[in-house]
């Protein structure tokens, strides 16, 4: 099993995730990535696997790059010895019509496709990492590749 960061990760959390986790789904800043890369030499990791986190809703509860932005985490990404920029990540924002969703799932797939063409996810197709119980089947008629599904497994929460 590989276990995936989902949630926003805090940078006083960085060595942990570091320490846990085969993939991190929530890269959100250039200084985070430089950050997990100073870590991951430091411990001796080899190569940590990220998706950037993108905001496209816009919600003041949730993180995640504003795609003005992008192409600075991206280069960062890049400048980064130890990180493999493997995708892109989105959590739109919720409704009660999971159709309302689409807009978001496609313009993330727009841009993992811009990214794709610009070559920096080299010579793989890049992940789109989007979709929840609740919108997954849209999610992946849009793409998606990685799908979070955990109230359909454990039920609800709380």
């Known amino acids: 099993a ?10 006083n959390k960085a060595r942990r995730a570091v320490e846990l986790f085969d993939v991190i789904h929530s890269l959100d800043s ?3 990535a430089l950050r997990l890369d100073r870590i991951c030499e430091e411990i001796g990791r080899e190569s940590l696997p990220v998706l950037v986190q993108v905001d496209l809703g816009h919600e003041a509860t949730k993180t995640g790059v504003d795609e003005a932005e ?6 960062a990404v890049e400048r980064c010895h130890r990180l493999q920029l493997i995708g892109l990540m989105t959590l739109p924002p919720f409704f009660e019509k999971a159709e309302r969703v689409r807009p978001y799932f496609c313009l993330l797939r727009e841009l993992r496709d811009e990214l794709q063409r ?19 089947e849209i ?3 849009e793409g998606a590749t990685i ?3 955990g109230t359909a497994i454990f039920g609800e929460r709380g």
């Open 2 to 11: 590989k276990w995936h960061l989902i949630g926003h990760l805090q940078s």
């Open 30 to 32: 250039a200084s985070l």
């Open 70 to 75: 992008l192409w600075k985490v991206i280069t």
């Open 118 to 136: 610009s070559g920096a996810f080299g010579d793989r197709r890049g992940e789109l990492s989007m979709g929840m119980t609740n919108d997954f």
């Open 139 to 141: 999610a992946i008629e």
């Open 147 to 149: 799908v979070r599904v």
